[in-house]
């Protein structure tokens, strides 16, 4: 399968942006470079290029890559490589781990480009022509001060622990900060609602007690009228009554009267 077909097979729908690993092992190199891989894997970290010599001549250069700011790992292991090293540090600043083994370096010139790179960890050359030169480890350290393991050790003898844990490791680090942040953004936004709701209620009550008092006082005002209302029935029967006894004062008064001119 050539370079980019597989490319668009490892995408699986994902945007460029968004792709973080890429595996291109055993793909088709026509023209002894890379094909199809673009400046848009912004965030690419891991990039597999291992045995890509199926088609003729195979991957014999890398000088063709993109610029990959966040590319740490690259593997580009068990092919022709002779050289074109010297675009890695302009194109990968951030390459820590580079695997070379099985290629076709022959002296330590052809790393003399390597020398650029600011924070290199790991270089691996197993089978590689240059490992059979004499004093080869030393001379690398030597032309690479910056460099903590070759081929699987440091300048100690220590094997290296295993890079994939490490640039795993480092990985989940990242997703556990971006987990972190987003869940204290989630808990602010929660608390946030919650005062909303909070505020809201306290509304609510100011409103409810509000329609109370506005009710409590409607009540009091129709209890006034219909005081003033009985009052003033109270008052009209009164005077009535009053009425009533004066006339029938006057009434008695006339009879008496009448009563006296009869008698006379």
């Known amino acids: 399968m050539d370079m ?9 729908n994902q945007t460029l942006a968004a792709v973080r690993e890429l595996v291109l092992d055993n793909c088709k190199s026509n023209d002894g470079k890379i094909e199809g891989l673009m400046a848009e894997f912004v965030n690419l970290e891991f990039l597999s290029l291992i045995n890509v010599a199926l088609g003729f001549p195979g ?4 000088s063709n890559l993109p610029k990959l ?11 022709r490589i002779f050289g074109g090293l010297d675009m890695l540090a302009e194109k990968l600043p951030n390459l820590t781990h580079l695997n ?19 924070c290199p960890k790991s ?10 030169l004499n004093d080869y480890q030393e001379s690398v350290f030597k032309l690479l001060p910056q460099l903590t393991y070759l081929d699987g050790y440091d300048q100690e003898d220590s094997e290296t622990p295993d890079s994939d844990a490490e640039v795993d490791e480092a990985d989940e680090d990242e997703d556990d900060e971006d987990e972190e942040e987003d869940d ?4 602010e936004d929660q608390e946030e609602e919650e005062d909303g709701e909070e505020e809201e ?10 329609g109370e008092d506005e009710d409590k006082v409607s009540g009091e005002e129709e209890e006034c009228g ?13 005077d009535e009554e009053e009425e009533e006894e004066e006339s029938g004062k006057g009434e008695k008064r006339k009879r008496e009267t009448d009563d006296e001119a009869e008698d006379d």
Request: glycine share 4%; proline share 4%.
């Open 4 to 12: 980019k077909r597989r490319i668009h097979l490892e995408l699986r």
């Open 59 to 62: 991957l014999i250069s890398v």
């Open 69 to 79: 700011p966040k590319l740490k790992k690259l593997e580009p292991s068990d092919n």
């Open 100 to 118: 070379l083994s099985g290629n076709k370096l022959k002296d330590i010139s052809t790393l003399e480009p390597s020398k650029k790179l600011e």
């Open 123 to 132: 270089l691996d050359l197993f089978n590689c022509e240059v490992t059979n």
């Open 184 to 187: 204290e953004g989630e808990d």
């Open 201 to 210: 209620c306290d509304d609510e009550e100011d409103e409810d007690v509000e």
């Open 226 to 238: 219909h005081d003033g209302e009985a009052d003033k029935d109270e008052d009209e029967d009164e």
